[in-house]
């Protein structure tokens, strides 16, 4: 996820506070008339004449964002982050409130802060509270050969039985068991509902992550699969668990790494693929660039246009012999298109101007060349996987979703299962979620923080209906 805050060396300016005004403590507010935008102030050092502060925008990740300047003056305190433009003035209305503005890039919005116990949160009405009305056991386990140990939480209905189970799979990036995204947790919403419903959930700490070891800088979707492999046989030892009627939920990269597994794993009874890929990968991602670009007011024309630029030079990355070959082909790719595409249209979508900022454009690229997961993504096709599936298959995605775009990927993944030894499979396209499944407004990724839904409760009905249906 892309934030616009990035952080900055704290410097301070010594005060001439009043000894009356204390401003030390967690402030927290919300920035009027941009949608569940809070924000927060930490405070600290005014008693001793030298105020220091960071800042929380917990809806773009942004936590203990270092400020650049603290000065406090009387019942009035100024505040700036210097790499983000932005400044807040404030004067205590009364002891534990200020009132003031923030701005940012010359825009100039009213945030009034109250004093608070604790960091900011959001507003997340849906994450799951106990007591619960099912077992959830913290638990470790370890992969084959003992070198990773695993941090998972396990929930279980209560029932004296055997249960279908299933294993959640997250997305790119690393994420911890819930798939914790600004404040967000998805995989505890959905944990929570399936066990209500009579199914056991098992999710897991990504490698290097939360309890997990393992060291995830070098390692690709094949070896998550490994990870979700460890799992399986984690479950199989489980006396709540119908050893027959195991499956994978899998989300975004979850839903390739699903693929992967059922596709080896003849323990696999079924997978549900949330917003995962049906198309080649390159080809997904071209897609996603066009549609992130249009979200930010360019011209179709003008997104299409970098999407092709992009489809040529991953194709040229990952067929590159060497780092070298792949430094040559970025950059005659680069330069071809440059050759023929107006200077509008490059500015805008490379933001390139100059011999300068088109190096540095042609080295972000080339650097991908050496992410050993990045090059492994990029050439993954799905086709082939999932044509060689013998289990049952749900595939949901948003008609919203701008990361992984629905009409083409659902297409790739009914063909593919069409063409399969799966004899059961659904592919569903949800009305106005996006890459989430929440239901969004401008749909944009920006927007994924400012939405208090979780996950659009129609979503885990579709879920629970296809499993009752076909599983249990």
């Known amino acids: ?65 270092p400020c650049d300047t603290v000065i ?17 003035d404030g004067k205590l209305a009364e002891v534990n409130r200020i009132d003031g503005q923030w701005t940012q890039n010359g825009m100039s919005l009213p945030l009034n802060l109250d004093r608070r116990e604790g960091r900011v949160e959001l507003n997340r009405p849906q994450t799951p509270k106990g007591p619960y009305s099912y077992n959830s056991e913290d638990v470790l386990f370890y992969n084959e050969n003992k070198s990773i140990e695993y941090g998972a939480t396990i929930t279980t209905p209560r029932e004296d039985k055997q249960h279908p189970a299933l294993i959640l799979i ?75 009627k195991i499956g994978l939920y899998g989300h975004s990269e979850g839903g390739l790494i699903a693929q992967l597994v059922a596709s080896r794993s003849k323990d696999i009874d079924f997978i549900i693929l949330m917003a995962g890929p049906g198309v080649q990968i390159i080809q997904a991602m071209a897609e996603q660039n066009a549609a992130l670009m249009k979200t930010m007011r360019l011209s179709e024309e003008k997104a299409n246009q970098y999407a092709e630029l992009y489809t040529t030079i991953m194709k040229k990355l990952t067929t590159a012999a060497d780092r070298d070959a792949a430094d040559r082909g970025v950059n005659n790719a680069l330069n071809v298109w440059i050759a023929k595409t107006d200077k509008t249209t490059v500015q805008a979508t490379t933001g390139i101007t100059d011999e300068d900022s088109r190096e540095k454009f042609a080295y972000e690229f080339i650097k991908l060349y050496d992410n050993k997961w990045m090059m492994y993504f990029m050439q993954y096709d799905p086709k082939p996987v999932l044509e060689k599936l013998d289990c049952k298959v749900l595939a949901l995605n948003g008609d919203k979703d701008i990361q992984v775009i629905s009409r083409t990927n659902l297409e790739g993944i009914n063909k593919a299962l069409t063409n399969s030894k799966s004899k059961v499979f659904e592919v569903r396209e949800v009305e106005g979620v996006n890459h989430l499944f929440q239901e969004c407004n401008t749909c944009t990724v920006q927007e994924y923080g400012q939405l208090e839904q979780t996950i659009k409760p129609e979503v885990l009905d579709i879920v629970t209906t296809w499993l009752n249906q076909n599983v249990k």
Not at 30 to 50: D, I, P, T, Y
Not at 72 to 88: A, C, L, Q
């Open 72 to 88: 406090i003056d009387g019942d009035s305190i100024h505040i700036k982050v210097v790499k983000i433009n932005g400044r807040y």
């Open 170 to 244: 997250s997305g790119s990036g690393p994420q911890n068991r819930d798939e914790e995204l600004f404040q967000h947790k998805p995989f505890a919403v959905v944990a929570d509902h399936l066990t209500k419903e009579g199914y056991v959930v098992l999710r897991v700490d990504d490698r290097g992550v939360g309890k997990t070891t393992g060291d995830r800088s070098k390692a690709t979707s094949e070896d998550f699969a490994d990870d979700v492999m460890a799992a399986i046989q984690y479950l199989k030892k489980r006396k709540e668990v119908d050893k027959k």
């Open 1 to 65: 996820m892309k934030k616009f805050l990035t952080a900055a060396t704290i410097l301070w300016t010594v005060s001439s506070a009043s000894a009356q005004n204390n401003f030390d403590g967690t402030w927290a507010g919300a920035l009027s008339g941009v949608q569940n935008l809070r924000m927060g102030f930490n405070v600290s050092g005014h008693k001793e004449a030298k105020p220091v502060a960071t800042m929380d925008v917990p809806a773009q990740g942004a936590k203990d964002l």
